[in-house]
């Protein structure tokens, strides 16, 4: 099979080197057992490439399994990757076959693998070398042949040096690296892959295809990307979705690249250098406690909005469209933009469909886990201002009336 067939088949859009190399080599090494890891920035189009893998060798009639070590609690992860036996925790009814046994003759997907608990990685290094493993709750030697493809976004040596990845490990799992490069290094990849989700979103949304002006696409191009490809598909999807005028200009665009830094940032930050000790989880925690409020008044609004009038008309469309964008453009970098437990995967489930049950105890859930964290800051401050109010409410950028009535409501003393 040739590059071009390999793209045509897995739908990978794009004509730079260095993407060609990448496929080239995951095309050489599928025929062969080894393993593999794939590293690359967040959004730059890891996963298919253990799919090429997989489909391209004598394994390809087996079983593919993907497994995302970051989305498995820390407790299970063993369980569900080598099994578990009758009774081995106090949940454990059945005897249950982990993924390895499952993946026995094809190929197990390991998806951020960096994240993989210390105890386990002691299993899975066992399981490459021997291919022997035990499952939990059971002292019997069991054997698996599953390939082993790993992806990894982070700094692997980083995490190597914090003592959070065994070094024996990653020798073991790096036996064949692939480079997925950003984004921004393969301009030329970008406009292909902008005509191609343009295209896709104008047939999903069945509205005409967005087009961009020589300006426009130059300034496309030269975009930073931080969130690779995944960044570039939201973006391409919002223009889609909220303009009207379907010929993007330069001026349209750059209101859909959000500046480099996240804006409410360097704000904290200036404050934490005037007040000292701060701690980054702190100013993190408020940064995430502006962000969460802001979306639980976007919330109120909606769930106000549709119980008001149980329709959302045609003229509300633009002004929602308004909200949705700034929130994009807010916490919509790297990740899928919007993923803060909040109801809406596009813009569109908002914009052209009304959900039918209105999620009221979620913002009510969410607000409580708010207050939790509004306790603990104000807490905190006044603790380091020593019970003064005027330096702890100016901290925490409140009013000291705001404060006095805080201090009120969760009773502190
Ligand atoms: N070369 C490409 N052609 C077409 N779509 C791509 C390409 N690279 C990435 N994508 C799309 O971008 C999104 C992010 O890719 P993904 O593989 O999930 O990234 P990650 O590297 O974070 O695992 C997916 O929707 C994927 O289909
Ligand atoms: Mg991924």
Same mark, same amino acid.
């Given at each position: 099979m040739t590059i071009q067939e390999i793209k045509n088949r897995f739908g990978i859009i794009g004509s730079s080197p260095s993407l060609d190399r990448a496929i080239d080599i995951a095309k050489q090494v599928a025929p062969t057992d080894l393993t593999v890891l794939i590293t690359g920035e967040s959004g730059t189009g890891k996963e298919v490439f253990p799919q090429i893998i997989h489909a391209l060798s004598a394994r390809k009639h087996g079983q593919y399994i993907a497994v995302n070590c970051g989305a498995i609690p820390e407790g299970t992860i063993d369980s569900e990757l080598f099994g578990h036996e009758k009774g081995?925790?106090?949940?454990?009814?059945e005897a249950r076959k982990g993924y390895f046994e499952v993946a026995n003759g094809g190929t197990i997907f390991l998806d951020e693998v960096a994240e993989m608990p210390l105890a386990t990685q002691a299993r899975l290094l066992r399981v490459l070398e021997t291919g022997e493993f035990i499952k939990v709750g059971s002292s019997k030697v069991l054997k698996t042949d599953a390939r082993v493809v790993a992806a990894t976004n982070v700094n692997i040596q980083q995490a190597i040096e914090k003592g959070k990845f065994r070094e024996d490990l990653y020798y073991r799992l790096n036996t064949v690296p692939i480079n997925v490069p950003p984004l921004r290094e393969r301009k030329q990849d970008i406009f292909l892959l902008f005509r191609k989700f343009a295209s896709d979103f104008s047939t999903k949304y069945r509205m005409p295809t967005i087009k961009l002006d020589t300006e426009a696409e130059g300034l496309l191009s030269n975009?930073?990307?931080?969130?690779?490809v995944r960044q570039l598909k939201n973006i391409t999807e919002q223009i889609s979705v909220i303009e009207?005028?379907?010929?993007?200009?330069a001026d349209i665009m750059r209101t859909y690249l !959000?500046? #480099?830094?996240?804006?409410?940032l360097p704000m904290v930050m200036n404050n934490s250098v005037q007040g000292g000790d701060f701690s980054e989880r702190d100013l993190l925690y408020k940064v995430l406690f502006d962000m969460k409020k802001d979306l639980t008044d976007l919330k109120k609004i909606v769930v106000d909005l549709i119980e008001n009038d149980n329709q959302l008309n045609q003229d509300f469309l633009p002004e929602n469209a308004q909200i949705i964008k700034k929130l994009y453009q807010e916490?919509?970098?790297?990740?899928? !933009?919007? #993923?803060?437990?909040?109801?809406?995967?596009?813009p569109t489930t908002v914009v052209q469909k009304v959900p039918e049950k209105i999620p009221v105890q979620e913002v009510e859930e969410a607000n409580l886990s708010l207050q939790g964290v509004e306790e603990d800051m104000i807490r905190k401050a006044l603790e380091k201002y020593k019970g003064k109010r005027k330096k702890a409410a100016k901290e925490l950028g409140i009013s000291e009336r705001t404060l006095y009535r805080k201090i009120t409501e969760y009773d502190i003393k």
């Open positions: 081995s925790f106090t949940s454990a009814h975009y930073y990307f931080q969130g690779n009207k005028q379907r010929d993007i200009t !959000p500046q #480099q830094q996240v804006s409410q916490v919509g970098t790297a990740e899928s !933009p919007i #993923q803060l437990g909040y109801n809406t995967s596009t």
